[in-house]
């Protein structure tokens, strides 16, 4: 069965260090994967995507990820965290054999330290 | 602008009183979904659905009615509800390359 995995329950940086949320998934083709995030009380934002081609993928507000076939992950970095990054970060792997069909990571929250 | 709007926000219903959430989106996107988030869960699919009159089952349907009869509007059926429903619901909608969700509908069932 298809499956994400987020390592990390809870991350602490501090404000102006570097970033990384990992996550790994479990599926027979090559997915469609995403990385979302939830503001406290808010609904979930895309960030960014892949589907195929360059690896590395830019997204808003500064993220980046780099999907590594090899490792079957797809982790989500940040070069200098701001205090407004605090937030749930979720990846998610779209079925793209059965489209519609999606799968959501447990998530990871992020906490910012001044 | 463009939106994915649910009602209500915030629900507190009895157990076995059927309830319905709304969802309605203004894109015109053919996919919509409903997702569920209990601390510690993440998101699981309850229902999504492809197009008009086209719905399919997540991961944890039971318990859950759909119907898309039009474009716009994808409203989630709870016919009785029950603690275990008590979850915060999220509707989405989008194509394959990313969706966009609504605020999120809070409901508890005591």
């Known amino acids: 069965a298809q499956s994400v995995t987020q390592p990390d329950i809870h991350i602490t940086v501090s404000e102006g260090a570097s970033l990384e949320l990992r996550c790994n998934y479990s599926y027979g083709a090559t997915p469609y994967l995403f990385w979302y995030v939830q503001s406290p009380g808010q609904g979930l934002q895309l960030l960014l995507k892949y589907f195929s081609g360059d690896t590395l993928v830019q997204g808003i507000k500064g993220f980046e990820a780099e999907f590594k076939r090899s490792q079957s992950s797809f982790n989500l970095r940040k070069p200098s965290v701001h205090w407004s990054d605090a937030a749930e970060y979720f990846c998610a792997v779209d079925h793209n054999t059965n489209a519609g069909k999606s799968t959501f990571g447990d998530g990871t929250t992020l906490t910012v330290k001044p | 602008e463009a939106q994915v709007t649910q009602n209500p926000r915030y629900l507190i219903t009895v157990t076995g009183k059927k309830l319905t959430v709304t969802c309605s989106q203004n894109?015109?996107?053919?996919?919509m979904s409903w997702y569920r988030q209990d601390p510690g869960l993440g998101l699981r699919q309850i229902y999504y659905s492809m197009n008009v009159e086209v719905t399919d089952k997540g991961d944890v349907p039971e318990g859950y009615k759909v119907s898309r009869k039009e474009k716009r509007n994808f409203p989630l059926i709870l016919e009785s509800p029950s603690p275990n429903q008590t979850s915060l619901y999220f509707c989405?909608?989008?194509?394959?390359?990313?969706?966009?969700f609504g605020s999120g509908t809070r409901l508890t069932v005591v």
């Open positions: 989405a909608t989008g194509q394959w390359y990313g969706y966009t």
């Open positions: 894109m015109n996107h053919e996919y």
